[in-house]
């Protein structure tokens, strides 16, 4: 039985091992206790978290979105188990290595990407899912069929990449207008510190966006300028 | 008869110490006497319908659940067998869940066991069984994917997502997501 977890990530909320679960990789979400909280409080609040993070997650597959599979939710050991895709590249590290090519073929990749996202964040708000922490270190790319292409070109080979989404821990399901914004919102200013060699990757992950449906997408976008307005007030005043 | 017919295997939750193992026969003679030795208990194993089941893995991850709520006593059936049945539905409606994955006259079965240690009964409870044991890999030709998809409410999904992935994230999500 091969039982032993590798620690992947500790994070802010939750610590990440890997490990083999019945019989597949699989990627376990382990919440910390928080010791400033009364303890039955931190349990619930934990509880609801893994709650939302395992609905969403099942609601995008429903909606076309692909997410991890899922293997077990266990709130008494305060963990998520699913599926882990042990061949991906986040979409920021994607995007980092792009810096070493400046080919026009694979800004064109970029391109598709963009559009890809911008593809996928509408088909979760059409399903009135806010992702809630949208930044490029929360989507991975990965391959429909495994190649054998070397990892430095398979990710641009874009015919064959998927995109998934992953961490829903700060996500709900809500069909406001205004929550939807401050997704998009969210999604720019990640954009902004992390990729700001790509200024216009925003606006084409955005046109993407608007152009998949056209289903209140004029309050959408104007939720959206107003919470970006509010965002700047803030910035500038400090 | 004995041919190629290992059973599928796979270790559950390490914290549990149980493997599971699943038969899978057809042409059963006998299903009347098995679903009765089930129903009063004397038969420690789950019997299921292979037509609902897509890949082995979904019993897996059924089982899985059932032994670690039995472990942590959180069990809402009476015994662990009954359990991994209820996990593989979606309603929370005990007697529905065990009609639909339970047999009743079909003539194919699943049979499954949990073993942890030493009680190991899974031979005694074959030899029992008047059919013909057939390969696991066989398995997709009992599968009816019509039944699949209304009982897992699939009927209106893009065809890009994988079956199984979103069959096993709706089973282990059903104690506080609506399916
Ligand atoms: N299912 C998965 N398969 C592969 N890698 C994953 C998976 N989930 C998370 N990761 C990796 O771990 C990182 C952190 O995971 P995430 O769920 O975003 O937790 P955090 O709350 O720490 O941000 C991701 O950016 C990604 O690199
Ligand atoms: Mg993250």
């Known amino acids: 039985m091969s039982a032993e977890l590798k620690i992947l990530k500790q994070g802010a909320e939750a610590k990440l091992y890997i490990c083999n679960y019945l019989g597949k990789p699989t990627l376990i979400k382990e919440r910390f206790k928080k010791n400033y909280r009364h303890p039955d409080l931190d349990t619930s609040i934990t509880k609801e978290r893994i709650k939302n993070e395992a609905r969403s997650i099942v609601r995008c597959k429903t909606a076309g979105v692909k997410t991890p599979a899922l293997y077990l939710v266990d709130f008494e050991r305060r963990r998520i188990y699913m599926e882990h895709f042990e061949h991906s590249i986040t979409v920021k590290d994607f995007i980092i290595n792009l810096k070493s090519t400046t080919n026009q073929g694979d800004m064109n990749t970029l391109d598709v990407y963009a559009d890809l996202i911008g593809g996928t964040v509408r088909k979760m708000h059409e399903n009135n899912i806010i992702h809630g922490d949208l930044t490029t270190s929360n989507m991975l790319l990965i391959e429909k069929d495994p190649s054998n292409i070397a990892e430095n070109t398979k990710w641009l080979n874009h015919s064959n990449i998927e995109l998934v989404i992953i961490d829903f821990g700060l996500s709900f399901i809500d069909t406001s207008v205004e929550d939807k914004g401050v997704d998009l919102y969210v999604l720019e200013r990640a954009l902004i510190s992390t990729h700001n060699d790509y200024p216009n990757l925003f606006s084409r992950i955005f046109e993407a966006y608007k152009s998949y449906s056209k289903k209140n997408i004029k309050e959408i976008i104007s939720k959206y300028e107003d919470v970006r307005a509010r965002g700047r007030k803030r910035t500038m005043v400090g | ?179």
């Open chain 2, 1 to 179: 008869m004995v041919t190629n017919t290992e059973p599928y295997t796979c270790n559950l939750d390490p914290d549990t110490k149980t493997r599971l193992e699943v038969y899978l026969y057809k042409d059963v003679k006998n299903v009347e006497n098995i679903r009765q030795n089930i129903i009063n208990g004397s038969w420690k194993c789950s019997v299921i319908k292979p037509s609902l089941i897509v890949n082995m893995f979904q019993v897996a991850v059924a089982a899985n659940r059932a032994v670690l709520a039995e472990k942590s006593q959180t069990m809402i059936t009476k015994t662990v067998y009954s359990e991994l049945l209820y996990n593989l539905s979606l309603t929370k409606n005990i007697s529905q869940s065990l009609s639909k994955f339970g047999i009743e006259k079909d003539d194919s079965i699943l049979v499954c066991f949990l073993i942890d240690g030493n009680n190991d009964v899974s031979q005694e409870i074959l030899k029992e069984i008047d059919g013909e044991q057939c390969p696991i890999s066989s398995l997709n030709s009992f599968t009816n994917m019509k039944d699949v998809k209304s009982t897992y409410k699939l009927n209106n999904l893009k065809s890009e997502v994988c079956l199984l992935d979103i069959i096993v994230s709706k089973m282990v999500t059903k104690s506080f997501v609506n399916h």
